[in-house]
């Protein structure tokens, strides 16, 4: 079940109609939630939600346990318990068979031949994502920045809250946990602005993302050889908005859905295309993402503090690990020693605070920066990258690409760098202006086409990682 697809549309109104009718009753509302955000997962492989109990259970004992513990070597002890269990179920799942192939590959060049197997399993859908959620819980408790959850169902429901549990943004118990112990708040503004965050998000999805990826991006990355260097240059530019759409779509349905139930949950982009260099896209791009890796990697292997090659040294670390938390292939890898290189390298370059010639061309640079990163990151091999390099500096004539995929650039464009207003604005002449029936009729509509188009299409690209 995925968010743009007919069965979470059938899903999603009878779960709030459920959870409206149960919300003031804390104990029934937590268990609905719980059951819902089962019930959610375990519809693509239900035998992996054990991983997700296991998880929960364990690090529900072990920050309990830390909480009491007298001594830092105990307290060190059950860190490294859930650590090890969390990252270990990681390893296997998803970077076994990765480190297992590196490894051939590395000593058939040696001439040895190291008869060890591949093993069979899927890789469980959002892993990393909640991985990483419930490791920042036994992590602050560790720190003393948290008081540990009492209630099982609770936390329960913190590590697995359906709306973003496979792919964003990444909650903190600090957060989340809080809302959970209040009484739920329902308001009829909350309902609507949570709606229209869904719609956008669909729209972002379906028509834009999904639409790049069909005219242009899988074909000019699949063959680059076939393709003009203007074909080329396009299909990079269309995979930069995809990414984008893609991703900022799905974390534009899962905050509106849970502020559509009561719940805030943090932004998770913010127009990362007009950083103006690159510690300011990770400022805004993958926000939960960005500062999970400074506050729990970045500052732990030192931070800012000691030399400038201790610096370059976490900055570099740190983005590589981050980019193989996105997937077990050395793209993702080379992905994120890039932006660690351009990481140190850019270190000292000011943000502008006025819109000049200064700032426009930071934003040039750094934009066409983050777009090479994106080639990296999403071409399969080396040979499809040095195709792709060489294909766009042959300056080759002519082009196949469609008039539909430039007013596609052009929507994802406006989508991107106009400010926030504009969209509220236009929305809302189109939109919130209009009676109960016209709204109801017009959202009705777009789900009526969005369900249409996204019949056969991809999943998120989040959801492998």
């Known amino acids: 079940m995925t968010f743009n697809s007919l069965s979470f549309a059938l899903f999603l109104p009878v779960f709030l109609l459920l959870y409206y009718a149960v919300c003031s009753r804390q104990r029934l509302r937590d268990v609905l939630l719980l059951v819902g955000s089962y019930f959610f997962y375990m519809s693509w492989y239900w035998q992996y939600a054990g991983l997700i109990i296991i998880s929960t259970v364990i690090d529900y004992f072990v920050g309990r346990r830390m909480h009491r513990a007298t001594s830092k070597k105990e307290r060190k002890f059950l860190l490294l318990v859930s650590l090890c269990v969390n990252l270990g179920i990681l390893a296997v799942f998803k970077y076994y068979n990765f480190f297992i192939e590196s490894s051939h590959t590395a000593f058939a060049a040696l001439g040895f031949d190291i008869p060890i197997g591949y093993h ?78 869904v719609f956008i998000g669909l729209f972002k999805k379906i028509i834009i993302a999904d639409l790049l990826a069909y005219l242009i991006v899988d074909e000019v990355f699949k063959d680059p050889s076939a393709f003009s260097s203007w074909d080329l240059l396009i299909g990079l530019y269309a995979y930069t908005f995809q990414i984008y759409c ?64 201790y610096v370059a040294r976490n900055l570099v670390l740190t983005m590589l690990l ?84 430039y007013m596609l650039l052009l929507a994802s464009a406006f989508m991107h760098f106009v400010p926030k207003i504009w969209h509220e604005n236009l929305i809302g002449r189109v939109i919130d202006h209009q009676g109960l029936w016209v709204r109801s009729t017009i959202y009705s509509l777009m789900l009526f086409v969005f369900i249409g188009a996204s019949i056969g299409a991809p999943s998120f690209i989040y959801f492998q990682f």
Do not use: C
């Open 322 to 405: 981050g980019g193989l938390w996105h997937g077990a292939a050395w793209n993702f890898v080379i992905w994120g020693a890039f932006h660690g290189l351009i990481l140190v390298l850019t270190r000292n370059i000011v943000v502008e605070e006025r819109f000049g010639v200064k700032m426009a061309l930071k934003i040039f640079i750094n934009f066409h920066l983050v777009v090479f990163g994106w080639l990296l990151f999403r071409v399969s091999d080396v040979n499809n990258f040095t195709a792709y390099i060489t294909g766009l500096f042959e300056f080759s004539g002519g082009s196949a690409v469609s008039s539909l995929v």
């Open 120 to 197: 069979q399993l899927l890789l469980p859908v959002g892993i990393s994502f909640y991985t990483f959620q419930t490791l920042s819980y036994t992590i602050d408790i560790y720190r003393k920045q948290l008081e540990p959850e009492e209630s099982l169902i609770k936390f329960a429901v913190f590590v697995s809250f359906f709306p973003q549990l496979v792919a964003g943004p990444i909650v903190r118990a600090k957060d989340f946990l809080p809302q959970l112990s209040r009484p739920t708040f329902l308001s009829s503004e909350n309902f609507n602005a949570g709606l229209k965050l």
């Open 246 to 309: 893609d991703f900022s779509g799905y974390s534009d349905i899962a905050i509106g859905v849970a502020l559509m139930m009561g719940f805030k949950l943090a932004i998770n982009f913010n127009r990362p295309y007009i950083s103006q260099n690159p510690s300011d896209f990770w400022r805004r791009w993958h926000i939960s993402l960005s500062t999970w890796l400074r506050d729990y990697l970045y500052i732990a292997l030192g931070g800012n503090r000691g030399s400038q090659w």
